[in-house]
């Protein structure tokens, strides 16, 4: 028996990105719009973990999940200190977020799906950047001959801004916690992405090395 085949692969670093990135990707997803709770990749096991519910009404808009052996560190938020001109914003250090959109019902996470990145949307959590590649699913009857964010409905687009500037602010507080910075296209959706798999590849040469 090939004991490597006995074992689920970490879904952060057991998972290729596919043989075409960046034009077409791999996600894993971890949170469908039907959730009533917050699902998140529990770095060390790599099983899905109870992040937090949802105290208030707040449905996530896409599939929602991240791309394998990528990691928001240096080069990736070299880009956001470029578009607010600044040098002190860092990276999240997780690995890179990603909403793929679809016609269709997928009614859990834990899955692995295709996707094509269309652009994406440049946020700020307190001073860290936190980006959500924007993509759609691939061969999906609606979404799927998208090839730039400027092709979306600007309603989908005011939708997926709308959820990730207020999915974390506590009512009655004032203090927003998430800033919207800008959009972005397909281009510079890639260019995010080689981003984050180069800051991967640090990441662990860095985690070697202790």
């Excluded at 519910?53 to 996530?60: A, G, T, Y």
Aim: with cysteine; charged share 30%.
């Amino acid at each position: 028996m090939d004991y490597k085949l006995a074992h689920k692969a970490h879904p952060w670093h057991g998972i290729s990105l596919g043989d075409n990135v960046p034009e077409e990707v791999r996600v894993f997803i971890e949170i469908v719009p039907t959730d009533t709770v917050k699902y998140e990749v529990d770095k060390e096991s790599g099983y899905l973990s109870l992040d937090r519910p949802q105290k208030f009404s707040n449905i996530v808009p896409s599939l929602y999940g991240f791309l394998p052996r990528t990691f928001c560190s240096e080069k990736m938020a070299e880009l956001t200190n470029k578009a607010l001109a600044r040098y002190d914003v860092e990276g999240d250090g997780d690995p890179l977020d990603v909403c793929v959109l679809t016609e269709k019902d997928v009614t859990h996470g834990d899955i692995i799906v295709r996707a094509r990145p269309i652009g994406g949307i440049r946020l700020l959590d307190h001073n860290q950047a936190d980006d959500k590649i924007i993509a759609v699913l691939k061969n999906d009857a609606v979404y799927g001959g998208y090839t730039d964010i400027d092709e979306l409905p600007k309603q989908i687009i005011r939708r997926l801004i709308h959820y990730f500037t207020t999915y974390k602010d506590i009512p009655g507080e004032t203090n927003l916690r998430m800033k919207f910075v800008s959009i972005y296209g397909a281009d510079v959706a890639k260019d995010v992405i080689r981003r984050s798999m180069e800051d991967y590849d640090d990441y662990i040469k860095r985690k070697e090395q202790e």
